[in-house]
């Protein structure tokens, strides 16, 4: 297949971009959409000291829930960490910073900064120390809302059904999810896929993810998340 945009890659050739102490975004819901080879590669580089951002900490065993499980990031900002609980043990043990974000907020937040916004308005937890805390207000008519800024990363990765070679990208279903919003917000997005077609075989109008959005497009080696919801 003709690789015109320079855009087909390979996990070795992208493991170039994981370092330490990084900042990085991922796609998925309790391991549902997260990209599982680029995250056995990270594992297997051993990075750590990472921000991660993402809807959750996945389960300890599937999705972002293997990084996290292992001690390898040391803050998380995300919407729970329910389904993770060793996220949960080593946030109460200290060893991890764990910013907790109203989900909705959470992905406005990630869509804000993909589009280059530095921050959204809310009055969302306003009563709520947890998410209140050491944040700014602002007034509009005489009423007061939260700064939310914004979130950008590093990298960000996402996993899609089907790229061709510009990266656009199409989603399954549910494992859509956040997906959409992070390859959006990554200095350099990096989308693992399971299919990889040339140029003029999506239709159009089943594309999400505009290829703008994508720097580099690596083959899946299949997933292991979707007996968690069975």
């Known amino acids: ?40 590669g990270i594992l297997e580089k051993g990075v750590h000291d990472l921000i991660l951002i993402g809807n959750d900490t996945g389960f300890p065993h599937i999705g972002i829930g293997k990084i996290v499980s292992q001690g ?81 990363a590093e990298v960000s990765i996402v996993f899609a059904k089907k790229a061709d070679v510009y990266g656009n990208l199409i989603f399954d279903k549910s494992a859509r999810n956040t997906n959409p919003l992070v390859a959006m917000a990554g200095e350099i997005t990096i989308a693992e896929v399971e299919e990889i077609v040339p140029m003029g075989c999506l239709d159009p109008d089943e594309i999400i993810t505009p290829g ?13 998340w979707k007996w968690a919801w069975e």
């Open 72 to 152: 390898l990031a040391k803050k998380v900002i995300a919407s729970h960490i329910g389904s993770n609980p060793i996220a949960g043990q080593l946030m109460n043990d200290g060893r991890l910073e764990v910013e907790f974000s109203p989900q909705g907020i959470l992905a406005e937040r990630i869509r804000a900064g993909g589009v280059g916004l530095p921050a959204i308005l809310s009055d969302i937890g306003m009563d709520n120390e947890m998410v209140s805390k050491n944040k700014p207000l602002f007034a509009i008519d005489g009423k007061n809302y939260l700064v939310e800024t914004a979130l950008t």
């Open 1 to 40: 297949m003709e690789n015109s945009f320079g855009k087909i890659s390979t996990l070795e050739a992208v493991m170039e971009f994981f370092h330490d102490g990084m900042t990085l975004m991922f796609g998925g819901f309790g391991g549902v959409g997260s990209p599982p080879t680029l995250i056995d």
């Open 212 to 224: 703008v959005f994508v720097d580099y497009v690596i083959p899946s080696k299949g997933v292991n």
